[in-house]
Structures are given as structure tokens and as C-alpha cells.
């Protein structure tokens, strides 16, 4: 059963870090694309960072370029997400995924970023 837990939320200081992970499961992770996604009560889920399947080819969503970091441990089977310099707008339940589960209901719980002072 394809399994997506992510954690290391929580509450910080604008201008704060944060190191997010997920434990994925239940598929070959070294052989799928990562990503990174966010979402605030009322509005649609949005992509913010994705991964290749080896790591070599990032990209991400132009608000948090130069301040977030995707990366990926194939042999632990974990994806993980720094977040530097952070901002209120960051704010959001963040989640991870891969491409080929996007569009079916294989969705962890989230893990809450809350970004204030």
C-alpha cells in the first residue's frame, strides 16, 4: 500500500528554518519523481519543489526559490524539504507525493508549517 508520512512542522519565527521530511512506502521510490506541495484551508492545493528520481534536477515554485531545498535519500526511502528565511505566506499543510499518485486519494496527513511572530 503506497504510504506518504511527512513531519518536522511547526510553529517559527519569520525568518526562521524549518527541515520537513516524508516517509514514502509502498513503492519504488528510487525509480519515481518527488514533490513538494502546500495548502491553506479554503484554497487549492499547490506544487511548490520537485525532485527527480536521482536527485540530479530540482525545481521549484518561484516564491521559494533561494530559500527552499529539496533533496531525497533513496536508501531510507525519504524526501525532505529546508526551508530557510521563512515568511508568513509560507504558512500551509504541507504534503508530499509522486507524480503518478497525484490523482488518487494516496495523500499523507500533512505536516503544519505556521510561520509568525
Known amino acids: 500500500q503506497v504510504r506518504f508520512a511527512e513531519s518536522g512542522g511547526g510553529l517559527v519565527q519569520p525568518g526562521g528554518s524549518l527541515r520537513l521530511s516524508c516517509a514514502a512506502s509502498?513503492?519504488?521510490?528510487?525509480?519515481?519523481?518527488m514533490s513538494w506541495y502546500r495548502q491553506v484551508p479554503g484554497k487549492e492545493r499547490e506544487w511548490v519543489a520537485g525532485?527527480?528520481?536521482?536527485?540530479?534536477?530540482?525545481s521549484y515554485k518561484d516564491s521559494v526559490k533561494g530559500r527552499f531545498t529539496i533533496s531525497r535519500d533513496n536508501a531510507k526511502n525519504t524526501l525532505y524539504l529546508q526551508m530557510n528565511n521563512l515568511k508568513p505566506e509560507d504558512t500551509a499543510v504541507y504534503y508530499c507525493?509522486?507524480?503518478?499518485?497525484?490523482?488518487?486519494?494516496?495523500w499523507g496527513q500533512g505536516t503544519q508549517v505556521t510561520v509568525s511572530s
Open positions: 525532485i527527480l528520481s536521482g536527485g540530479q534536477s530540482t
Open positions: 509502498g513503492f519504488t521510490f528510487r525509480n519515481s519523481g
Open positions: 507525493n509522486a507524480p503518478q499518485y497525484v490523482r488518487s486519494a494516496y
